[in-house]
């Protein structure tokens, strides 16, 4: 497994502003959805490509083209909606899935409600959830898609604790990582310090 953070300045910049407590839901989830898709240029960064040949005003040339890479975008329900957007706008094509789950407020466990994913077990995942805190949630979806057939799976989080990373590394260690920020810890509630807050709540302004 790889571990990629995305150190842009854009990203960096970005991310310093959603983290701001007082940063309104329009504004975080706008933001949100411009980090995603820088994000996914590093994400989508090994694609191959493929030449084919056309014609410009002025002459043939072989050009480039991504060559049949076929993705689906798979947010873990609720927060991870909010990375989707950024994708799609980078890969119009891309089938969308759905994990539907949410952490136990007691136990921090994750609670299964939904699954719904294309049919195509071949298809690039990008799963895509901005907090990576336990990763009790992401190493449940991702033993949840293995166990549907997908074999290529890429895991996309805004912000994440060490302790996240360790638990996917460990646990799904085929599995890449790609991060705007990792951060210093988790608090006794198992949130990520200095994080952002809940992200469910700053997207969909439920709080
Ligand atoms: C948050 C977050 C992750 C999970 C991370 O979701 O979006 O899915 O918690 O925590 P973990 O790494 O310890 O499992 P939450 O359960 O709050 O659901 P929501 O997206 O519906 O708000
Ligand atoms: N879920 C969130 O939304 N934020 C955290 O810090 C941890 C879990």
């Not at 991310?15 to 504004?27: E, P, V």
């Not at 007691?106 to 719904?116: G, L, S």
């Not at 460990?170 to 990520?192: C, F, S």
Request: glycine content about 8%.
């Amino acid at each position: 497994m790889a571990l990629h953070i995305i150190d842009h300045p854009l990203v960096q910049h970005k991310l310093s502003i959603m983290r701001k407590k007082d940063t309104s839901t329009m504004k975080f989830r706008e933001l949100l959805k411009e980090i995603s898709m820088f994000m996914g240029y590093e994400v989508t960064r090994d694609f191959p490509l493929t030449y084919e040949e056309i014609e410009t005003p002025l002459m043939k040339m072989n050009a480039p083209k991504i060559s049949g890479k076929k993705v689906v975008i798979a947010p873990i329900l609720r927060a991870g909606l909010g990375m989707v957007d950024g994708l799609t706008m980078l890969m119009p094509s891309a089938r969308i899935g759905h994990i539907g789950m949410y952490r136990d407020e007691e136990t921090c466990q994750p609670v299964f409600y939904y699954y719904k994913m294309p049919a195509n077990k071949e298809r690039l995942v990008i799963l895509t959830d901005p907090m990576l805190a336990t990763g009790g949630s992401a190493c449940d979806a991702i033993k949840r898609l293995k166990e549907d057939g997908y074999k290529s799976i890429r895991l996309m989080c805004l912000v994440a604790s060490p302790q996240g990373v360790k638990a996917v590394t460990e646990q799904h260690p085929d599995v890449d990582i790609y991060l705007a920020a990792l951060d210093e810890g988790l608090n006794e509630k198992n949130y990520i310090l200095p994080g952002l807050g809940d992200a469910g709540d700053r997207i969909f302004g439920t709080r």
